[in-house]
């Protein structure tokens, strides 16, 4: 492989990540320290604590991603950072390390939008993996998080028209909140995949919002419809202490129900998307990308039209550093280049880059 050598860092939420990626594509070292154990007990993301732990931990994930990738910052043809979308604090860390980064090692800075690092997520190719097709364009993608959930058309490299977005909620938050309504632990996705495994009964039902006639999204009423359906089974099983949680098989069958709506609706508007797009791959991004059902129901649909979907492995779906390595370089090749006056940008929206500006 060639290309650009590029030295990624993302600190836009709670992982400090730090990576070194060839061409676009090839992982020489990618180091992610999460934080999720430390906000556990708050079940979510504490702002301040988030950055502060990128403070502690910045260095230490650069040394490591260096010894992996048998390089120093030298070696590197630019330095990509992620700008925004995400906490200002946060940002704020990654955003002054990699200036000063740039500024002693005299390489070109470049700034990346995080979502479009979701969306290059599915470029990347393992340190040993073998050479596989790109994504082709047209391509739908859908990127659902804890922070984000949207559906966008690519007709080419850093070309974006997105198509739709959630209203309210993100999907990875809607799992969280619903995880702790039923007694689940942070974060709530994996619980409630794991919990609705061993669902027997697939009785409850979770309402759906369409939306019709959009490809938005909107999660906020299903969290509603979830705390009203726990109350009831609560009832049911006369539950009055609310430090007593509902029986394993209530749980499981409440979990399996929400789990269900939420890929049902993820699964639906996507494919409809790529068909009205003639999109020839589907691309699936983000924290939720992890989920079995959404993942399997989702290959199942693209199969059944013949439009391959590509599904990075499940640790380039959370955030990482990686993913904006493979989005630095793409702009890196446009010629595009940040000056020392790149600024967080806590709601950057997802839009074209303009060559030369920051
Ligand atoms: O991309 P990510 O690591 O961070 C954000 O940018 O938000 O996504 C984290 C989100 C959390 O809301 C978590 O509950 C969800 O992804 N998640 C899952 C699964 N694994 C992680 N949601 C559903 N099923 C999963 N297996
Ligand atoms: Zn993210």
């Known amino acids: 492989?060639?290309?650009?050598?590029?030295?990624?860092?993302?600190?836009?939420?709670?992982?400090?990540?730090?990576?070194?990626?060839?061409?676009?594509?090839?992982?020489?070292?990618?180091?992610?320290?999460?934080?999720t154990a430390l906000h556990a007990s708050a079940g979510g993301i504490v702002p301040e604590v988030a950055a502060r732990a990128h403070l502690r931990w910045i260095v230490p994930v650069l040394d490591e991603a260096l010894a992996d990738a048998g390089v120093t910052p030298r070696d590197a043809d630019a330095i990509a950072v992620t700008y925004g979308p995400g906490l200002a604090g946060s940002l704020l860390v990654g955003i002054n390390f990699a200036k000063a980064l740039?500024?002693?090692?005299?390489?070109?800075?470049?700034?990346?939008?995080?979502?479009?690092?979701?969306?290059?997520?599915?470029?990347?190719?393992?340190?040993?993996?073998?050479?596989?097709?790109?994504?082709v364009f047209p391509l739908v993608a859908l990127i659902v998080s804890g922070g984000h959930t949207f559906l966008v058309e690519m007709t080419d490299h850093l070309t974006y028209r997105l198509l739709g977005q959630t209203v309210d909620d993100a999907a990875g938050e809607a799992f969280d909140k619903v995880g702790r309504l039923l007694g689940l632990s942070y974060p709530g996705g994996p619980a409630i995949q794991r919990a609705a495994e061993a669902a027997t009964s697939r009785d409850a039902v979770f309402p759906r919002a369409w939306l019709p006639g959009t490809y938005d999204f909107s999660f906020s009423g299903l969290k509603t419809a979830a705390r009203r359906i726990v109350?009831?089974?609560?009832?049911?099983?006369?539950?009055?202490?609310?430090?007593?949680?509902?029986?394993?098989?209530?749980?499981?069958?409440?979990?399996?129900?929400?789990?269900?709506?939420?890929?049902?609706?993820?699964?639906?508007?996507?494919?409809?998307?790529?068909?009205?797009?003639?999109?020839?791959?589907?691309?699936?991004?983000?924290?939720?990308?992890?989920?079995?059902?959404?993942?399997?129901?989702?290959?199942?649909?693209?199969?059944?039209?013949?439009?391959?979907?590509?599904?990075?492995?499940?640790?380039?779906?959370?955030?990482?550093?990686?993913?904006?390595?493979?989005?630095?370089?793409?702009?890196?090749?446009?010629?595009?280049?940040?000056?020392?006056?790149?600024?967080?940008?806590?709601?950057?929206?997802?839009?074209?880059?303009?060559?030369?500006?920051?």
Not at 1 to 10: D, F, N, R, T
Not at 20 to 32: D, F, K, L, S, T
Not at 110 to 130: K, M, Q, R, S, T
């Open 1 to 35: 492989m060639s290309g650009p050598l590029v030295l990624a860092i993302e600190s836009s939420c709670d992982e400090t990540g730090i990576a070194v990626v060839e061409g676009g594509r090839r992982i020489h070292a990618n180091v992610v320290a999460s934080q």
């Open 102 to 135: 740039a500024l002693v090692h005299d390489r070109p800075l470049i700034g990346v939008n995080h979502l479009e690092g979701h969306l290059y997520a599915a470029w990347l190719l393992d340190p040993g993996e073998a050479e596989r097709e790109e994504p």
């Open 231 to 358: 109350d009831e089974a609560r009832r049911a099983e006369g539950l009055d202490d609310p430090d007593v949680s509902l029986s394993g098989a209530t749980t499981a069958e409440l979990a399996f129900g929400f789990q269900d709506s939420v890929a049902d609706v993820l699964v639906t508007k996507a494919i409809r998307a790529a068909e009205e797009i003639g999109a020839r791959s589907i691309v699936l991004g983000g924290g939720v990308a992890a989920n079995s059902v959404l993942r399997s129901r989702l290959a199942e649909a693209a199969d059944a039209r013949g439009v391959p979907l590509i599904v990075p492995r499940p640790g380039l779906c959370t955030d990482n550093g990686a993913m904006i390595g493979a989005a630095g370089a793409r702009r890196f090749m446009a010629g595009e280049r940040a000056g020392f006056d790149l600024d967080a940008r806590p709601s950057l929206p997802l839009a074209r880059p303009v060559v030369g500006a920051t």
